[in-house]
Nanobody
Framework: EVHLVESGGGSVQPGGSLKLSCLASGFPFSEYSMSWVRQAPGLELEWVATIWSGGGTKYYATPVQGRATISRDNTKNTLYLQLDRLEPADTAMYYC????????RGQGTQVTVSL
């Protein structure tokens, strides 16, 4: 059974940074590409970033390009998302997922960006 547990969210001011983590279990983590997705209140789930299984290839959504860094540590079955220069529009629940469409995602970690 796929089990994903996100952490690291919080409340920050615009311009701040957060590093999200996702601990995976129940499947061969190192063999799968992984993604981060987010959902803001009243909006649909939005893809944020994807990293291939080996970590060498990464893709980012335009709204976070240049401000987000996705990474992974396959020895720890952990996925990361570093968010810098956060903006109010980044406020959302962030989920790690096995697929870019959010399938098999965790319970999420809340990121709130406000003054």
């Amino acid at each position: 059974e796929v089990h994903l547990v996100e952490s690291g969210g919080g409340s920050v001011q615009p311009g701040g940074s957060l590093k999200l983590s996702c601990l995976a279990s129940g499947f061969p983590f190192s063999e799968y590409s992984m993604s981060w997705v987010r959902q803001a209140p009243g909006l649909e789930l939005e893809w944020v970033a994807t990293i291939w299984s080996g970590g060498g290839t990464k893709y980012y959504a335009t709204p976070v390009q240049g401000r987000a860094t996705i990474s992974r540590d396959n020895t720890k079955n952990t996925l990361y998302l570093q968010l810098d220069r956060l903006e109010p529009a980044d406020t959302a629940m962030y989920y790690c997922a096995k697929d870019p469409d959010g399938t098999d995602r965790g319970q999420g970690t809340q990121v709130t960006v406000s003054l």
